[in-house]
């Protein structure tokens, strides 16, 4: 079953700041990437899509499911589950302890079930913990399982929120530049194993990523955004001719220096 | 086997010491202090297990029934003991700094001391109450459930605080409950204001045994059912989720841990372990009143929290211990010595500790020392004396 995600005129003000005015958005399956300037409202899109943040106007809806107003641990729920930009694992938790916070919605047990170790208890936490060795190893961390989070080098955290965000089963993965800090080498493996996830398991990714080589190479579609506006959308190599797109990275001629953005 | 050896032995003198001089601290500190070393030492886990069964069930209450105010210590001790694994829980692992603690151990205490009193008649009229002394067992559960219902009183309204704000919200709730214990004599007399309560009833105890005995054995039994179930949430869903919530609030919510109900749930876990202890302190001490339940109790409890290692079930047992051993017998002892100097008149680098104004009062150091402690603690060992040790799972291999 497509996870039919969609998003409709979402508007976000902060104070007087129009962070996201009218943004539309939709994904049904496969890879779809948000690019744009820096403080362009990718982030705060996600934010959105996830719970974090309420929107000022707009509908988001996951398959034919209202999200606005559900809170983040429902969403997850539902089976939509995301990174951060800046990495928030838990630090002093180990890898697979990670994973496992990941699978909370996905456990159906109760306190009395906890209290009591019954053997319906015993069964499910062996399973969770054979579920969560096989997405590590699928991640490439099998052998890192009982190392601490905060202990991990840059790259393998990346991979950990990765493995910990699937450990939510998701149908739809938010990952916001999950590539930021690889080398060359390490972001190509990274979209590889994205690509054999969509393959495998049908699922559906928004990605935000900076890297261009990344975004044209994986994509199916590409959106940008550009002060909280989406200016352009579609496969990759129309994006990339696209004059608006060239403009909000560039700059147009005769304006001077490009002009650089802050969040 | 040299370690084995070593435990049995030690547990072995120090139990005969203890026989030999019985007033002596230092000796039961030995005792105490071989306990710790069974429980480290690297022995095989039946052994262990044995060993510290014997002491604690056989050892320690004979040793009580020599010197009773050993078994007084061992008593308080087992009642810190829950009151800290109550408290690792929401500061420990769910990582709320909760300074109002012992607000629910006075919930407990009260719930049982109004009706297992002639106060609760003030009340309800007629004469009914006491109620008969087998209802004290029932009330350990109704301590327990009244103190949970308190600690979700107390999350509602901080669930969106963090740090610093919850600190002083909790601070303030406690000291709520305890003015309130304070106060409640009218206009309905319910907790007879600050002249407290008594007499308040004891249970039935099997086989003539004495009260002291009967309340150290019921007190460990509490404390093995406090350290099971602490184990049990802590290696659950459950606990991952209060240390998910510890180390980053929004991305535990992000992974879909419900933050309202794993708060609610922490408060009302660690209020219950105060509940049951606050009923089993009541029927001890017979009187209760509000000044058993001040500030500086929560402290004194945060204090074996942080001093055990934080999030650690093993560090908030020995933390209890050593802050309760010190504070009743070592701080003691030692005032009691350099009182005794101070009167013999002895002579320190030329100096007669006879003239010693009176503000320099040896048992006035107390204090100083137990704040010397904390602070040389903080500074040498911050993580604690057990501090967590993640535990490393087997792993099933993958084909």
């Given at each position: 079953?497509?996870?039919?995600?969609?998003?409709?005129g979402?508007?976000?003000?902060?104070?007087?700041?129009?962070?996201?005015?009218?943004?539309d958005?939709?994904?049904?399956?496969?890879?779809?990437?948000i690019?744009?300037?820096?403080?362009?409202g990718k982030?705060?899109?996600?934010?959105?899509?996830?719970g974090?943040?309420?929107?000022?106007e707009?509908?988001?809806?996951f398959?034919?499911?209202?999200l606005?107003?559900?809170?983040p641990d429902?969403?997850?729920?539902?089976?939509?589950?995301?990174?951060?930009?800046?990495?928030?694992?838990?630090?002093?938790?180990?890898a697979?302890?990670?994973?496992?916070?990941?699978m909370?919605?996905?456990?159906?047990l109760?306190?009395?079930?906890?209290?009591?170790h019954?053997?319906?208890?015993?069964r499910?936490e062996?399973?969770?913990?054979?579920?969560a060795?096989?997405?590590?190893?699928?991640?490439?961390?099998?052998?890192?399982?009982?190392d601490?989070?905060?202990?991990?080098?840059?790259?393998?955290?990346r991979r950990?929120?990765?493995?910990r965000?699937?450990?939510?089963?998701?149908?739809?993965?938010?990952?916001?530049?999950?590539t930021?800090?690889?080398?060359?080498?390490e972001?190509?493996?990274l979209?590889r194993?994205?690509?054999?996830?969509?393959?495998?398991?049908?699922?559906a990714?928004i990605?935000?990523e900076h890297?261009?080589?990344?975004v044209?190479?994986?994509?199916?579609?590409?959106?940008?955004?550009d002060?909280?506006?989406?200016?352009?959308?579609g496969?990759?190599?129309?994006?990339?001719?696209?004059?608006?797109?060239?403009?909000?990275?560039?700059?147009?001629?005769?304006?001077?220096?490009?002009?650089?953005?802050?969040? | 086997?040299?370690?084995?050896?070593?435990a049995?032995?030690?547990?072995?003198v120090?139990?005969?010491?203890?026989?030999v001089?019985?007033r002596s601290?230092?000796?039961?500190?030995?005792?105490?202090g071989?306990?710790l070393?069974?429980?480290?030492?690297?022995?095989?886990?039946w052994?262990?297990?044995?060993?510290l069964?014997?002491?604690?069930l056989?050892?320690?209450p004979t040793?009580?029934?020599?010197n009773g105010?050993?078994l007084?210590?061992?008593?308080?001790?087992?009642?810190?003991?829950?009151?800290?694994?109550?408290?690792n829980?929401?500061?420990?692992l769910?990582?709320?700094?909760?300074l109002?603690?012992v607000?629910f151990?006075a919930?407990?205490a009260?719930?049982?001391?109004?009706?297992?009193?002639?106060?609760?008649?003030?009340?309800?009229?007629?004469?009914a109450?006491?109620?008969s002394?087998?209802?004290?067992?029932?009330?350990?559960?109704?301590g327990?459930?009244?103190?949970?219902?308190a600690?979700?009183?107390l999350?509602?309204?901080v669930?969106?605080?963090?740090?610093?704000y919850?600190?002083?919200?909790?601070?303030?709730?406690?000291?709520?409950?305890?003015v309130?214990?304070?106060?409640l004599?009218?206009?309905?007399?319910?907790t007879n204001?600050?002249?407290?309560?008594?007499?308040i009833?004891?249970?039935?105890?099997p086989?003539?045994?004495?009260y002291?005995?009967?309340?150290?054995?019921?007190?460990?039994?509490?404390?093995?059912?406090?350290?099971?179930?602490?184990r049990?949430?802590?290696?659950?869903?459950?606990?991952r989720?209060?240390?998910?919530?510890?180390?980053?609030?929004?991305?535990?919510?992000?992974?879909?841990?419900?933050?309202?109900?794993?708060?609610?749930?922490?408060?009302?876990?660690?209020?219950?372990?105060a509940?049951?202890?606050?009923?089993?302190?009541?029927?001890?001490?017979?009187f209760?009143?509000?000044?058993?339940?001040?500030?500086?109790e929560?402290?004194?409890?945060?204090?074996?929290?942080?001093?055990?290692?934080m999030?650690?079930?093993?560090g908030?047992?020995?933390?209890?211990?050593?802050?309760?051993?010190l504070?009743?017998?070592v701080?003691?002892?030692?005032s009691?010595?350099?009182?005794?100097?101070?009167?013999?008149g002895?002579?320190?680098?030329?100096?007669n500790l006879?003239?010693?104004?009176?503000?320099?009062?040896?048992a006035k150091?107390?204090?100083?020392?137990?704040?010397?402690i904390?602070?040389l603690?903080?500074?040498?060992?911050?993580?604690?004396i057990?501090?967590v040790?993640r535990?490393?799972?087997?792993?099933?291999?993958?084909?």
């Open positions: 079953m497509p996870a039919r995600f969609e998003a409709l979402v508007t976000k003000r902060f104070g007087g700041l129009t962070a996201l005015a009218a943004v958005f939709a994904l049904d399956t496969g890879i779809s990437s690019i744009g300037p820096n403080g362009a982030t705060t899109l996600f934010n959105i899509f996830t974090l943040y309420g929107a000022d707009g509908r988001v809806t398959r034919g499911q209202p606005l107003g559900l809170r429902q969403i997850t729920a539902l089976g939509i589950c995301r990174t951060f930009q800046n990495i928030r694992l838990f630090a002093n938790m180990t697979i302890e990670n994973v496992l916070v990941g909370n919605t996905r456990v159906a109760g306190l009395w079930d906890v209290l009591s019954r053997r319906r208890f015993r499910t062996g399973e969770l913990a054979a579920r060795v096989a997405l590590l190893d699928r991640v490439g961390l099998q052998a890192n399982a009982n601490v989070a905060r202990n991990l080098p840059y790259g393998d955290q950990l929120e990765l493995a965000a699937l450990g939510s089963e998701p149908t739809l993965l938010l990952l916001d530049e999950p930021a800090g690889m080398t060359q080498g972001a190509g493996a979209m194993l994205l690509r054999g996830l969509v393959a495998e398991l049908g699922l990714i990605l935000i890297n261009m080589r990344v044209m190479e994986v994509s199916d579609r590409v959106a940008v955004l002060h909280g506006e989406k200016i352009a959308e496969p990759p190599r129309e994006v990339q001719s696209n004059a608006r797109v060239i403009e909000a990275y560039l700059g147009t001629r005769g304006s001077g220096p490009a002009r650089t953005r802050r969040a | 086997m040299t370690h084995a050896v070593l049995v032995g030690l547990i072995g120090s139990a005969w010491a203890v026989a001089f019985p601290v230092l000796v039961f500190l030995l005792f105490q071989s306990l070393f069974a429980y480290v030492a690297r022995i095989p886990s052994l262990r297990v044995t060993l069964g014997l002491a604690l056989v050892l320690m040793i009580g029934f020599f105010y050993y007084e210590v061992a008593t308080q001790v087992g009642i810190f003991v829950a009151l800290a694994l109550g408290l829980i929401v500061v420990g769910a990582g709320l700094l909760d109002g603690y607000a151990f919930v407990g009260y719930s049982w001391a109004i009706p297992g009193s002639p106060q609760a008649n003030l009340i309800f009229g007629g004469n109450f006491p109620l002394a087998w209802w004290f067992y029932a009330f350990l559960f109704v327990l459930m009244v103190a949970a219902g600690g979700i009183l999350g509602l309204p669930l969106r605080l963090h740090g610093d919850l600190a002083i919200v909790t601070l303030g709730f406690g000291e709520v409950i305890r309130l214990a304070n106060n004599d009218k206009p309905i007399n319910l204001g600050p002249k407290g309560i008594t007499p009833g004891r249970p039935p105890v086989f003539g045994m004495p002291s005995e009967a309340f150290y054995f019921l007190v460990l039994l509490i404390v093995a059912v406090v350290i099971l179930v602490n049990r949430l802590e290696n659950s869903h459950i606990g989720a209060w240390e998910a919530i510890r180390e980053d609030e929004l991305a535990a919510q992000a992974m879909g841990v419900p933050l309202v109900r794993s708060k609610l749930l922490a408060f009302a876990c660690g209020a219950s372990f509940g049951v202890m606050g009923v089993v302190f009541s029927a001890k001490q017979i209760i009143n509000p000044e058993s339940f001040t500030f500086l929560s402290i004194g409890v945060l204090a074996m929290v942080i001093l055990g290692g999030g650690s079930i093993p908030a047992v020995l933390g209890a211990t050593v802050v309760t051993v504070n009743l017998q701080l003691k002892g030692l009691l010595w350099l009182n005794e100097l101070k009167n013999a002895v002579t320190v680098l030329g100096y006879a003239d010693l104004p009176t503000q320099l009062e040896p150091y107390e204090r100083m020392i137990f704040g010397v904390l602070i603690m903080m500074i040498f060992r911050p993580q604690g057990f501090p040790r535990r490393a799972r087997e792993l099933a291999k993958q084909v």
